[in-house]
């Protein structure tokens, strides 16, 4: 079986450090957005425990899980032959 494609752990980190970090600032802690920047910020901790739970299902099922830095793939098996081989 193909490994399932998911969105690196880092991915919710980095999207959590700027909502709580840069965004949060920028709108002013007692301004009308603060709540919405503050729902986003429960929205993906919640996404990312969800993902967490999905992962631990996917092991007790021994599916392998394939962790993606972006949409395009970089592994070797998915690279056309050409490019897997060394340029002389």
């Known amino acids: 079986m193909e490994p399932i494609p ?3 752990h ?3 980190e980095l999207l959590l450090q700027l909502l709580e970090r840069q965004t949060m600032q920028a709108v002013g ?3 009308p957005q ?3 920047v503050h729902e986003l910020i429960i929205t ?3 996404a990312l425990s969800q993902q967490k739970h999905f992962e ?9 899980i394939d962790y993606r830095w972006s949409l395009n793939s970089t ?3 998915s ?3 050409d490019l897997c081989q060394p340029q002389s």
């Open 6 to 8: 998911l969105p690196s």
């Open 29 to 31: 802690y007692q301004s």
């Open 34 to 36: 603060q709540e919405q």
């Open 75 to 77: 592994s070797a098996n």
């Open 44 to 46: 993906l901790r919640k």
């Open 56 to 64: 631990e299902s996917c092991q007790r099922a021994n599916l392998p």
């Open 79 to 81: 690279l056309p032959p």
């Open 10 to 12: 880092i991915h919710y």
